[in-house]
């Protein structure tokens, strides 16, 4: 069923045409950037997105405009996440995913460092639980996560009533943000 969601969802990531896109994201930039959330933080973890993605390259702009300490993800052996400090300067590169990660990872920023987190998926049930991408690596780091987390989407990603299994491991996101139609 996961799989059939996921598949279902980047369908419609990819279709959604772009005057609409462009504005839910401006609109969701705004909501990130002015919530309580963002505010109280100093850290922020944030996934440097790739289309059909929400993007998120304007929040994190934004982040080091305001003088926040922006951090990168990047996914390691053993499907172990670490985040990383980012600024224009830092050497990125494409990961075997497809993402942009930060070339230096000798510097992992500790999970209790990191106020905020903005975590991606593709789904999201009305009560904070997600389908991510399916490598796993947001909910292991979840799982030893304390700080606050949000997520970002479009209308047609939120499920009143999910269809999807809920794990035991699953964490649900405190926070979403939802763009409106």
Known sequence: MKEYIRKE???KLRDLPAQDRIRMEKELTKAVCSS???KASKTIGV???NF???DTHTIIKNGLEEGKRMVVPYSGKNR???FHEYSPDVAMAKSKFGIM???DKSNPVPPGEIDLLLVPGLAFSETGFRIGFGGGYYDRYLAAYNGHTLSVLFPFQLFKNPHWE???FDV????????TI
């Open 36 to 38: 309580q959330e963002w």
């Open 52 to 54: 059909p993605e929400i």
């Open 172 to 179: 649900p996101i405190q926070k979403l943000l939802l763009a």
């Open 80 to 82: 172990v996440m670490t």
């Open 9 to 11: 969802m980047l369908g």
């Open 101 to 103: 990660e930060p070339v």
């Open 166 to 168: 809920i794990e035991a």
């Open 47 to 49: 996934t440097w997105s």
